[in-house]
């Protein structure tokens, strides 16, 4: 059973500090694991990712970390912004049909002006 | 990148009628998805609707339930049938554009309430 789990629901910081968002999975293998931001009425849109070959990667502002020993990944926002709201999906992406649609259950974050 | 146009945006439907949203791609793509998140929940995969077949359907999914059309490369359509209260929801219609499928690209969604 291949899944991934945010198991925090919500998230709140202040604008201009650190905002993390969790995600663990099981069942590792070759996988490539992706981060979508959701705001309200539209879809989510594709953020960050990072290959199971990798510890972390890097894009501005969005910073994801891969522990493969843990099965956990966070992403890091710094320094987070009030736009920076919305809901956080974690997704996995395998060489299996099934694992390449799961996503996480989301973490809606609040940035506080 | 694929731009992808949902309607309608949100609807207010009675129990026991039935929906259809439909979902327009502006390129040709194979596979399109079609999800549901209920309130609070993550997104939850119903089917796979590939051109010229029947779609496919996840576990706790059923044709007669949730009807899917694909007549062609850029559009397909998802009805909500015989709907009831617990079927209000986010509705959002995907497409991958590349061959690894690593980049979901989503529909803005369809907020559906059922009274």
């Known amino acids: 059973d291949q899944q991934v789990k945010q198991n925090s629901p919500s998230l709140s910081v202040q604008e201009g500090r650190i905002s993390i968002l969790n995600c663990d999975y099981t069942n590792s293998m070759f996988d490539y694991f992706l981060w979508y931001k959701k705001y309200p009425a539209e879809g989510p849109t594709f953020l960050i990712s990072?290959?199971?070959?990798?510890d972390k990667n890097e894009d501005g502002r969005f910073t994801v970390f891969l522990n493969k020993s843990a099965k956990h990944l966070s992403l890091h926002i710094v320094p987070s912004q009030p736009g920076d709201s919305a809901v956080y999906f974690c997704?996995?992406?395998?060489?299996?049909?099934?694992?390449?649609?799961?996503f996480g259950q989301g973490t809606t974050l609040q940035v506080k002006p | 990148s694929a731009v992808i146009s949902q309607k309608p945006s949100r609807d207010i439907c009675q129990r026991g009628t039935s929906l259809t949203i439909q979902c327009q791609v502006d390129?040709?793509?194979?596979?399109m998805f079609w999800y549901r998140q209920q309130p609070g929940q993550s997104l939850t995969l119903i089917a796979t609707a590939n051109q010229g077949s029947e779609a496919t359907y996840e576990s706790g999914f059923v044709i007669d339930k949730f009807p899917i059309s694909r007549p062609n490369l850029t559009f397909s359509t998802l009805t909500v049938s015989n709907m009831s209260p617990e079927d209000s929801s986010i509705y959002l219609c995907s497409v991958e554009v590349d061959a690894w499928g690593e980049k979901l690209f989503f529909g803005s969604g369809t907020q559906l309430s059922v009274l």
């Open positions: 997704r996995r992406h395998g060489s299996s049909n099934t694992g390449k649609l799961i």
């Open positions: 990072i290959s199971s070959i990798k």
């Open positions: 390129s040709q793509v194979t596979m």
